[in-house]
Each structure stands twice: as C-alpha cells, then as structure tokens.
C-alpha cells in the first residue's frame, strides 16, 4: 500500500514569515501534484511535477519533486493571510492508470 | 460549463438507510473519482472510473458500489449506511489528455449517518 505522509499537519505563523511543508513516501510516484483547499469546497490544483529532482514556482511558492520520485516540498515565501489553507500533496500511482495517493494534509494559518 | 457537480449537499441518514450520491461533469472527461475525507487522514479514494461502463476499488471500498452508465454521470451509493460512513465525499473528474493530470472536484457531500 503506498502511503503519503505530510508534516507539519498544522502550521499557525505570521504573515511575512517563510514555510516549508512536506511531503514523503517509501513508494516512487510517476508524478506528485499539489492542491490546495479552502473550507466548504474541494481541492483546486496548484502544481503538477514529473521529473526527478524537478523544481516549479509559482510566484512565491516553490514545488520540488525528489530526485527519487518518492517525495516534495512546498516553500512559501513571504506567507500572506490568503495562503491559509489545507494543503494536499496527492502521489500518482505507478501502476498505468491515472489514480492518486493522496496526503494527510497540512493546515495552515496566516496570521496578520 | 458548471464543471462538477455533486447532489445532494448534505445529508442526514440513519444507520441502516440507503442513499445514492451524483456526480456530474460536462468537461467530457474519461476519468472519474469518488473520494472521502475525513480528519487528518486527507482524502482517500473509494472507487474510480476511466470509462463509461468501467469501475474499479480504490483505498476503501468496502460498504459502497458505484456505477457509470453515462459519461458525464458516477453515482455513489450506500446500501446500508452505518455510522463509520460519517464523512465529507468530494468526486472528481480529469481526462489523460490532460497535460497536468489534473483532477477538478466538486464542491463535496457532506454526509452524517446516527
């Protein structure tokens, strides 16, 4: 059974301030994608990563995929109050199909 | 286009009772999902389609049936809910064609069984 662990599960920091939370499993993945969740709704992709070692960024958020292909980080820089959030990394699986591992989920607030 | 949808929104049962959950998606997409969330375990996948016609189990599938007769249509059901089925189901849908993979959820069903 693949399994995805995240850590932190929760993270209350101050606005300003930079964040790594990641992402880690015993198991490679094809690809790793990262989502983001607000409350009373579903998950809305942020980023999608398939090379070994691969690093993405999206303004002030760094993805970066293991060399292994078994883990993640995702950095914020400069957290803001709109990056509070559940965070979810979600591991494809190797087995051919297009189904997902997903994480425990870390929940962060910003606090202004 | 609404993307996907889910019905009901919320939903009462008691332990014993039997519902169907819908998901709905106009994205032509081949691929569908049904996963529930609970605290601090993220989400986990019941049961996937990647056709009409087509299903398989995923993490936790025990307790629940699915069918894909349309396309656009995955239903959800429970043929007798019992309280460990207290959760939150989002559905989701993503096509291979996709140069991202991604999944686009519904806004989720949230469902209490006493």
């Known amino acids: 059974t693949q399994l995805l662990e995240q850590s932190p599960q929760f993270l209350s920091i101050q606005e300003g301030e930079n964040l790594t939370v990641y992402c880690n499993s015993s198991?490679?993945?094809?690809?790793l994608q990262w989502y983001r969740q607000e409350p009373g709704e579903g998950p809305v992709l942020l980023v999608t990563?398939?090379?070994?070692?691969e690093v993405k960024k999206l303004k002030r958020l760094t993805f970066q995929f293991g060399d292994a292909r078994k883990d993640s980080s995702l950095h914020i820089t400069a957290a803001q109050t709109g990056d509070t959030g559940l965070y979810l990394c979600a591991g494809r699986t190797t087995s051919g199909t297009y189904k997902y591992i997903f994480g425990t989920g870390t929940r962060l607030k910003v606090l202004a | 286009n609404a993307g996907v949808t889910q019905t009901p929104k919320f939903r009462v049962l008691k332990t014993g009772q039997s519902m169907t959950l819908l998901c709905a998606q106009d994205m032509n997409h081949e691929y569908m999902y049904w996963y529930r969330q609970d605290p601090g375990m993220g989400l986990r996948l019941i049961h996937y389609s990647v056709g009409e016609g087509t299903t398989a189990k995923g993490e936790v599938p025990d307790g629940y049936n699915v069918s894909r007769l349309k396309k656009q249509n995955f239903l959800l059901g429970l043929e007798s809910a019992a309280p460990s089925q207290t959760s939150v189901y989002f559905c989701?849908?993503?096509?291979?064609?996709?140069?991202?993979?991604?999944?686009?959820f519904g806004p989720g069903t949230r469902l209490t069984v006493l």
């Open positions: 198991s490679v993945f094809s690809s």
């Open positions: 989701a849908s993503g096509s291979p064609a996709s140069s991202y993979n991604e999944q686009f």
């Open positions: 990563v398939v090379t070994g070692g």
